[in-house]
């Protein structure tokens, strides 16, 4: 095959390279996305926030998934034993979306792809990124691997990587680091959800948290299969014998809300095993590309925050590279890393208060506040560059004081 010159090469075409795609070639750049894999193919993140539809939406995209017929999500359950937290995205701080979708996210990759693909984007499966060079000026010349194993040669002005779990650019240039989320790991697979009750119970999704390190999800989808997963730390998860099915359906009894209505139940495909997936790199980009999505930084599953992230670094990453390639400065360390960054931080902040046990403390403690829910549930909705929210500004020390007045007013009950 000849070289292609491109302005943006993307690599990966999940939500991330999808969501950069739509935006560059809506502004009539010349772009290429090579996605290893060929569509419908599985990958977890099967809870989306409202935050992201803003992303679909302003890039042309959420109509073609609306039509799909997705399970509309509006809020979240936790459970602790027979204390509920409910949050309703309608009741939040932040003004926005006040639902989402549920998405089997085989489908709802491919509905993305294919849509790229109807409007004429140059959009192919079964390509490989091997290797990438850059020159000095920024520009790069990357080889892919065809469906045939044979080799060819892209030149892009910029890279977009949005390879998810490939980490094609963290591999290559050495830039992965050490994420600072206490690591935990994570068996999960789908089950036929014939015991699903009738009305909202059975569509609701919900996290059961089983103590401090552990919880349990459950992701009912549209199509009457249902999402089951553990998250735990490594050592309870490698506790259990056997193969991962074995291991998972001895996990189930654990749940004691949920174990009778999936007991029992064959899993649609081998249970998957991901150990410790918090992923962070050195820099978010250097010259000539940018890292977005989970090839740039994964935190932790608890708050479905991996697809809103991946949407938010691609739509950012794509107008400032269309802002370059139109002849303007970009500052990519105030415009790029560090509003990434600040999105980031704040969910880091609840990931960690919540291995902590602080934000459990909130979340059921008894009578709740409406006016701190609200506010909560706007992050948890997505919406984490709100300074106007207080869990927003001052989300490294809310949760914890917080927590730390409620423990302290439970321990003055107790002595009284
Ligand atoms: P991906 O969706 O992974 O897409 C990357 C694409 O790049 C893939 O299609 C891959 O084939 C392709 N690729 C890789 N290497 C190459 C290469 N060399 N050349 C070409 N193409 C390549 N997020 C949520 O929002 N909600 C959840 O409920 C949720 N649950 C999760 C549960 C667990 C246990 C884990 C570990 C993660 C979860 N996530 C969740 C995170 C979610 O999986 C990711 O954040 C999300 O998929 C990131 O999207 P992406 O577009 O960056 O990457």
């Not at 553990?230 to 193969?243: A, L, R």
């Not at 950012?316 to 590279?321: D, E």
């Amino acid at each position: 095959m000849n070289d292609i010159h491109v302005d943006v090469l993307i690599i990966g075409a999940g939500p991330s390279g999808c969501v950069a795609a739509s935006h560059l070639h809506n502004q009539g750049k010349k772009i290429k996305v090579v996605e290893k894999n060929t569509f419908p193919r599985f990958v977890i993140g099967e809870s989306l926030l409202p935050r992201c539809m803003d992303h679909f939406e302003e890039v042309g995209l959420l109509d073609v998934l609306k039509d799909f017929g997705f399970e509309k999500k509006y809020g979240a359950r936790f459970l602790s034993g027979d204390i509920v937290c409910n949050f309703d995205f309608s009741k939040k701080h932040t003004k926005g979306w006040d639902w989402t979708w549920q998405v089997t996210r085989a489908d709802f990759d491919n509905v993305l792809a294919t849509e790229l693909i109807r409007r004429g984007v140059d959009l192919s499966f079964g390509q490989e990124v091997v290797d990438v060079v850059f020159d000095d000026d920024g520009t790069s010349v990357t080889s892919i691997k065809d469906d045939n194993g044979a080799l060819y040669k892209v030149h892009a002005k910029h890279i977009i990587d949005s390879s998810g779990y490939g980490r094609v650019l963290p591999r290559l240039l050495g830039l992965d680091k050490a994420s600072n989320i206490p690591e935990h790991s994570s068996i999960f697979a789908h089950v036929k959800d014939v015991k699903r009750p009738e009305g909202v119970e059975g569509t609701l999704i919900t996290f059961d948290v089983l103590d401090t390190d552990t919880w349990f999800w459950v992701i009912p989808f549209s199509n009457g299969d249902t999402s089951i997963g553990f998250v735990g730390k490594t050592e309870f998860i490698e506790s259990f014998k056997g193969d991962t099915s074995e291991r998972l359906k001895a996990m189930l009894k654990h749940s004691s809300y949920y174990y009778e209505r999936f007991k029992g139940l064959d899993f649609k495909f081998p249970p998957i095993c991901i150990k410790n997936y918090s992923k962070s790199v050195k820099q978010l980009y250097g010259k000539g590309y940018a890292l977005t999505g989970n090839s740039a930084e994964f935190l932790d599953p608890v708050f479905s925050s991996g697809v809103t992230f991946a949407t938010e670094s691609a739509l950012m990453a794509s107008k400032l590279i269309t802002k370059e390639l139109n002849g303007e400065v970009v500052d990519w360390e105030e415009e790029y890393t560090g509003y990434i960054m600040k999105g980031v931080n704040v969910f880091a902040s609840y990931v960690k208060e919540w291995y902590t046990g602080n934000l459990q403390t909130l979340f059921f403690h008894r009578p709740e506040n409406p006016e701190i829910k609200r506010q909560i549930c706007a992050v948890l909705a997505g919406y984490v560059w709100d300074e106007t929210n207080p869990f927003v500004k001052k989300h490294d020390k809310l949760v914890k004081n917080l927590a730390y007045l409620i423990k302290m007013e439970v321990q003055q009950k107790a002595n009284s």
